[in-house]
């Protein structure tokens, strides 16, 4: 599968496929509140993604992405910044070992169904980032706080190795998401 998101990725960037004819266009309408004028909670977001090199020419896109998904689903947006930071560090291309994908790295074997069902592009800034914030926030009401945010990066109860991992991800999240506290 892996193999095949890096193709198609090539394709698109390259001009010779258009994100309709992956499979992955964006049907759904546009439902995210539109923010006209400065808005204050987008400076502290995105001078965190600085702070933690997030690509200068996309960075006012995916702090402007984090802040709408934020406000859509209830979601702290600092939460949503403080894991994209982990899972790609903000990297819209980026594929995992695992078969995840884009900036926010949906696992497409867990999510594929839904991703199909709704025309997500996982390539897509603000789709990716949505998905991510819709998922986060299921597993937090779900769970709680601290076991949602490792559900996110997979975390199977039971599994020695999978909490030991999910505890060092819980840790880098959480890092992340204290030094958003001193940015402003």
Avoid: C
């Amino acid at each position: 599968m892996k193999i095949i998101f890096a193709v198609l990725l090539v394709l698109v960037e390259a001009g010779l496929l258009n994100s309709d004819a992956t499979g992955f266009s964006h049907k759904m309408p546009d439902t995210t509140p539109k923010i006209s004028g400065p808005d204050s909670a987008i400076n502290p977001i995105d001078s965190l993604l600085k702070q933690f090199n997030v690509d200068n020419a996309r960075r006012p896109r995916v702090a402007l992405a984090i802040v709408r998904s934020s406000r859509t689903h209830n979601v702290d947006a600092r939460l949503i910044a403080s894991i994209l930071i982990i899972e790609s560090r903000g990297n819209p291309f980026a594929i995992s070992r695992s078969d995840a994908v884009g900036i926010m790295q949906i696992h497409v074997p867990t999510w594929a169904r839904t991703v199909d069902e709704e025309g997500i592009n996982l390539f897509k800034i603000e789709d990716n980032i949505d998905f991510g914030a819709r998922i986060l926030k299921k597993y937090v009401e779900q769970y709680g706080r601290d076991e949602g945010i490792k559900r996110y990066n997979g975390w199977i109860a039971g599994d020695s190795e999978s909490e030991q991992n999910a505890e060092a991800y819980f840790q880098r999240v959480q890092r992340v998401y204290l030094s958003s506290l001193h940015v402003r």
